[in-house]
């Protein structure tokens, strides 16, 4: 049985076992508590009867938990996240950060020396970002585990991402691979560079492909159904990259056109405010990399005047 107090979570803190009448009267007190309290996870609820008392968390008067609610009752703190804010795969990070009032710290890579430094590869041995520093001090790299341990460790602390279905969480799990494996690595396309023109055309051609297969999976309004969750998070700060940079440089006149499920799920992402503040950090950044000539550095500008090639869809 899963009930809090039937059974002696496996815990360095765990502590011996009870009398069954203890333990009849800590489980109903916990399972009092979680009817106040829906939102406090079973774990923190068994902590806090066990060693707290039961009046730890009274007084918690909104779904979102302030800090210093969070700190009451004992969350980690010192987490940080290395990123900049023009990373799209950080940017899912970000969001969910930013969706649950999580206090993790944001800090550049260019603070240990760059993501090829000594001290950095000390943190993400891949010389990649984002990668998040632990409160234990251990790191996690690559952006859908850091979204989904972050997920996993604070379910129950504000609002839930998670699908509540096997088959939402499957179909979460899916659009997120497609971002990760079919869209990523040919979305530098857009935006990288050397890159000889018949690749950067075929790779433009096939993010035209897969945003129509994105349409295909998505359930409506948002990635898996009526409520958003880490499969938004996921491909959010790609449809940014795209949204910029497709129409500008590349001549497409709707990224969204004929696609009427993505189009309708942008424009509900763009109305939260979390999800407008991370919009608001990519897409500033890619203003900074419009003035300094970037698609003219990497050899876009030229690339998109032989019209041979198509590159508009």
């Keep these: ?100 009032g999580l206090d993790v710290s944001v800090v550049a890579p260019s603070t240990l020396g760059g993501l090829k430094s000594e001290e950095y590869l000390k943190v993400s041995p891949e010389g990649k970002m984002p990668a998040l520093v632990c409160e234990d001090g251990s790191s996690l790299c690559e952006s859908q585990v850091i979204l989904d341990y972050l997920s996993d460790k604070y379910r129950g602390l504000g609002p839930d991402f998670i699908p509540k279905t096997p088959e939402g969480r499957a179909r979460a799990a899916l659009l997120a691979r497609i971002q990760d494996l079919y869209i990523q690595p040919i979305l530098g396309a857009a935006y990288r560079g050397p890159m000889d023109i018949a690749t950067r055309a075929a790779n433009i051609g096939e993010v035209n ?19 958003m969750t880490t499969g938004d998070f996921s491909l959010f700060p790609t449809m940014i990259f795209m949204h910029y940079m497709l129409p500008r440089h ?59 090639y198509q590159w508009a869809y």
């Design 209 to 227: 492909r897969q945003l129509d297969i994105l349409e295909s999976v998505f359930e409506g309004p948002y990635a898996t159904g009526a409520e």
């Design 1 to 100: 049985s899963r009930e809090i107090g039937l059974q002696t979570p496996a815990h360095p803190l765990a502590m011996p076992a009870l009398d069954t009448t203890r333990m009849r009267g800590r489980a109903a007190a916990a399972v009092a508590l979680r009817r106040r309290l829906p939102l406090v996870s079973a774990f923190a609820t068994w902590f806090a009867v066990q060693f707290l008392g039961s009046n730890v968390f009274c007084g918690w008067p909104s779904a979102t938990p302030s800090r210093a609610q969070l700190a009451r009752i004992g969350r980690p703190a010192g987490e940080v996240l290395y990123d900049v804010p023009v990373s799209n795969n950080g940017a899912k990070v970000r969001l969910l950060m930013y969706k649950k």
């Design 250 to 308: 590349f001549g497409w006149q709707d990224v969204f056109k004929g696609r009427p499920k993505l189009a309708k799920w942008w424009d509900l992402m763009l109305q939260d405010p979390e999800a407008k503040r991370v919009f608001d950090e990519v897409d500033g950044a890619l203003q900074k990399w419009e003035a300094d000539g970037r698609w003219e550095k990497v050899g876009i500008a030229e690339h998109v005047k032989d019209t041979s």
